[in-house]
Structures are given as structure tokens and as C-alpha cells.
């Protein structure tokens, strides 16, 4: 009877270890699965609150993401009947923002620039602390008054201060000619004046961190048929002036044109076919 008991209580206890085993099992199956189900639910919450385009309210600016610290900035206007997009950049640094031109406003109307402060207030939770101005068109420096208002730093070349003056916008500092080479926190921004084309003052800024080169309205996008406004132009120049900028930043990854879509080095050397086909066109 003993050595009977003895069997019936292993077996009973081995039916028990397997039935608690079970248990585990499908308990731990069940955490595996909340656990997957809460991670993925997690990953998805992040991609939503870190959208890769903002828009305001009047759907004028549109904010769109490069990567995470560089954003462009496109602002819309009427010109000759049609609307256009004009881009401006958006470079977060530890130190605070750098913009690179301003909304598209016109002198005295400057509520774009206005509503995109305020954008980069909310969606950066950062000031900006430096702007910069490519040149002296409406694109570019319309919202200057939006700037200086806040307090902001406003650099450019000093040619550009000059027809600031003349165009009827307050003059940023004309710091860029000495000092074209800034570093903001830890972010390197560089300036640089290649020589007259869209304009007379035209600029571009490059970020080498992150290889990313504002060609501004100097340079075209890759949609672009012809050369656009050439009121101040300097068609003649404009040739040696882009191969200064291709010459200068080789390694470039993005280019980003004042007006239409960003793309790569391909943006230069579709600049230079525009301005071949303009003087053959002309002859």
C-alpha cells in the first residue's frame, strides 16, 4: 500500500507541475503579447507626435522636415497671377534656431513671417536666435520687420543691407562679407557670395554637418523651365557664378532652390542648362 501511494502521489504531482507549467506558459504568452501590442503602440504614438510636415491654420507656410534639426520653410505669394511657393530654411541648434530668409511678405505686411515665429515657438519649443537674408527681394527679406521686432539677430552681406535700404526694409547687420563662417551651439553655418546671378546679391548657406546647401532663388529646382524673374539679373554672370558654388561644395547631398522641390547636386548643374538655353534663346 505504501509503495502504491508513494507512485500515486508522483504521478499526482508531476500532472500538477505540467498544469502550472501550462499556466505559465500562457501566462507569459499573454505578457508577450501586451508588451508587443504596447511597444508598437508606443512607436506608432511617437511617429504621429513627430510629424514630417506642419502646416498653419491658412495653410500659407508649410514647414517640412530634412531631417531631424533642418526643416524648410515654404511660404506662399501671388506673383504675375500665379501662386508660388518660396523656401527658407529652419536649422534647430543647441543654442536656439537659425533661419534662413524670411516668410514671403512684402515691406509693412509682414503676418507670414509673424505666424512662422510663432510656429517654430510651438512645434521647436526654441527662439530663433539668428537669421540670415540671401538677398534683397520680397522672398527673402519681407518679414525682416517680424525679426527685428523680437529682437532677432539679422545678418547679410553688405551689399545687402545697401538695397535693403533701397527697396524700403530696415538693413540687417552687414556682417557676412567678414564673417561668412558662423557657429551657432553646435551647428556650423556657412555664408558664402559667389558672384552676381539671380540677383546682384544673392548668397547661399551651406550646413556641412548636415551636407545641405540653400541655393536660395539663385539656384533652380529641378522642375524649373526657365530662369524666372530676371528684373535684377545677371544672366551674364550667373554661368561662372553656379560653378564657384559646384567647385566650392563638392560633397553636397541636398540643394535646396528658393522656389519648387529640393533635390541633389543634380539642381546645380540643371541651373547651368537653364542659363545655356536662356543666352542661346536670346542670340
Not at 507670414?112 to 538677398?135: D, G, P, R, S, Y
Not at 523680437?150 to 540687417?172: E, N
Request: positive net charge; charged residues 20%.
Amino acid at each position: 500500500m505504501v509503495k502504491y501511494s508513494a507512485e500515486v502521489y508522483t504521478r499526482q504531482k508531476g500532472e500538477i507541475c505540467l498544469k502550472i507549467n501550462k499556466v505559465m506558459f500562457s501566462l507569459l504568452l499573454t505578457l508577450s503579447v501586451v508588451i508587443t501590442s504596447f511597444h508598437s503602440q508606443t512607436i506608432a504614438q511617437s511617429k504621429q507626435s513627430s510629424p514630417t510636415q506642419i502646416t498653419n491654420s491658412d495653410q500659407s507656410i508649410v514647414l517640412t522636415k530634412l531631417n531631424d534639426n533642418v526643416w524648410v520653410h515654404t511660404s506662399y505669394n501671388e506673383w504675375n497671377g500665379t501662386t508660388y511657393g518660396h523656401n527658407g530654411l529652419i536649422v534647430s541648434t543647441s543654442k536656439g534656431v537659425v533661419l534662413i530668409d524670411t516668410a514671403w511678405d512684402s515691406a509693412g505686411n509682414y503676418q507670414k513671417t509673424e505666424a512662422l515665429l510663432k510656429m517654430i515657438k510651438t512645434h521647436f519649443k526654441q527662439n530663433v536666435v539668428l537669421a540670415l537674408i540671401t538677398h534683397a527681394h520680397d522672398d527673402s527679406i519681407g518679414g525682416i520687420q517680424a525679426l527685428l521686432n523680437q529682437g532677432i539677430d539679422v545678418r547679410s552681406t553688405l551689399l545687402t543691407a545697401k538695397l535693403a535700404k533701397k527697396y524700403g526694409y530696415p538693413s540687417p547687420k552687414p556682417t557676412l562679407d567678414a564673417k561668412p563662417v558662423m557657429k551657432v551651439g553646435d551647428t556650423v553655418v556657412e555664408a558664402y557670395y559667389p558672384g552676381e546671378g539671380h540677383s546682384q546679391d544673392n548668397i547661399t548657406v551651406w550646413l556641412p554637418q548636415y551636407k545641405i546647401l540653400f541655393g536660395g532663388c539663385f539656384i533652380k529646382s529641378s522642375d524649373a523651365t526657365d530662369l524666372g524673374n530676371l528684373s535684377d539679373a545677371n544672366v551674364e554672370q550667373w554661368d561662372d557664378s553656379v560653378k564657384k558654388v559646384i567647385n566650392k561644395y563638392p560633397q553636397v547631398k541636398t540643394v535646396v532652390p528658393g522656389h519648387g522641390n529640393w533635390g541633389d547636386q543634380s539642381l546645380l548643374f540643371h541651373t547651368l542648362d537653364l542659363i545655356k538655353q536662356h543666352t542661346q534663346n536670346k542670340s
